[in-house]
């Protein structure tokens, strides 16, 4: 039997698209995809297809918007982003360990303002009732804290440059993508294999500092040769393709979006009503739908609930050690049945406790 994974990237992907992966690897136009040239006519289709869904699934076709594939993680975003964007000074939000590595980067580049942080608070929720100033180049924050289970619920309404990393909650729910100027976010979560990274960027914000930038840093390298300038990650984009496919056939990010909303509320539900647990996000509002990140009362049953958890082939619960605890990820393949049976483990502690 399969494992229910809750892991937090890479995780859990389809199935359907493990088959399909698996079966290009043997067979793809007879040659292997992981033989052919990316330059190939049957890679460039597969190129143009992930960036195409990418730009679908957003709402984001034909509105001044490239989606490119690109190597490097997320992290090398950190760096590209201050590199293409950051003349004088750059807004951040700190709401994580994610955030405070772009703001690091960020800092060599020009003034970086932290509009909040909760920080001193281990990031345990998002701050609220910060100002933005009108003044800055850009306003940088993630949608989704991976390691803390915090999720900004809606688009934050400032009049300067958007960009955001959605590494975590990428096409799990809708949000107002024309509102952002610039989207990142590894594949690793819900889209792909860990390789590749997908920016979604306006064309209209680059071209305006006045640094000269490296070839391979250079949003506008990257668009004028079509995410191929070199080699990209041929495999993880192939995936990335097929989950992409996969999620247009479930009925797109509306369809998931009710799914990954029942998954979030049978975990948190059980998390307020079983008295052994106690979330780890001080405000309800501010709690992941994408990582459920909680603790055991009384560390004594910790021994116990592992054992149980591992028995009902639960895979990738601990939490990071920044939080303790731990984490149920549960990405767009997770299904609710999965959810079900990490469920019936805290039930099941809770009548042996
Ligand atoms: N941002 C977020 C929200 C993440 O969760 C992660 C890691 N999973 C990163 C950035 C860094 O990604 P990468 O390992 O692809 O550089």
Not at 111 to 129: R, T
Not at 180 to 195: H, R, S
Not at 224 to 253: H, Q, R
Request: hydrophobic share 40%; with cysteine; glycine share 6%.
């Amino acid at each position: 039997m399969l494992k229910h994974n809750f892991s937090a990237g890479p995780c859990i992907l389809p199935q359907e698209v493990f088959k399909k992966a698996a079966a290009a690897i043997l067979n793809f136009n007879d040659l292997s995809i992981l033989e052919i040239s990316h330059r190939s006519k049957d890679f460039v289709a597969v190129m143009e297809k992930a960036q195409a869904l990418a730009l679908e699934h957003l709402g984001l076709t034909d509105k001044g918007y490239k989606a490119l594939f690109l190597g490097g993680g997320a992290s090398m975003q950190f760096l590209m982003v201050a590199y293409n964007l950051l003349e004088n000074k750059a807004a951040y939000l700190n709401t994580g360990t994610w955030s405070d590595k772009a703001i690091k980067e960020a800092k060599m580049f020009g003034e970086v303002i932290e509009v909040a942080s909760s920080k001193a608070d281990n990031y345990n929720h998002i701050p609220k009732n910060y100002t933005v100033p009108n003044d800055v180049d850009y306003f940088h924050f993630q949608t989704n804290n991976t390691i803390f289970g915090t999720q900004l619920q809606s688009t934050p309404d400032v009049s300067v440059p958007l960009i955001c990393d959605m590494s975590s909650d990428i096409f799990s729910r809708q949000r107002d993508f024309e509102k952002y100027d610039l989207i990142y976010a590894g594949a690793q979560k819900n889209m792909g294999p860990a390789g590749a990274t997908l920016i979604v960027v306006k064309e209209e914000i680059l071209g305006k500092v006045s640094r000269q930038i490296p070839s391979m840093l250079s949003y506008k390298t990257h668009i004028a040769k079509d995410s191929m300038f070199n080699t990209p990650p041929v495999f993880p984009i192939y995936v990335s393709m097929l989950t992409l496919e996969w999620l247009k056939e479930y009925g797109g990010i509306d369809a998931i979006e009710k799914l990954n909303n029942q998954k979030a509320e049978l975990i948190y539900n059980e998390i307020d009503r079983n008295a052994l647990f106690n979330g780890f996000v001080t405000n309800k509002e501010d709690r992941s739908k994408m990582n459920a990140t909680f603790v055991l009362n009384d560390a004594a049953h910790a021994g116990t609930f592992d054992s149980l958890w591992k028995e009902a082939g639960i895979n990738g619960l601990n939490g990071h050690r920044s939080v303790g605890g731990y984490r149920a990820s549960m990405y767009n393949a997770l299904s609710l049945e999965s959810v079900q049976a990490l469920v019936d483990v805290m039930q099941h502690l809770e009548k042996k406790a």
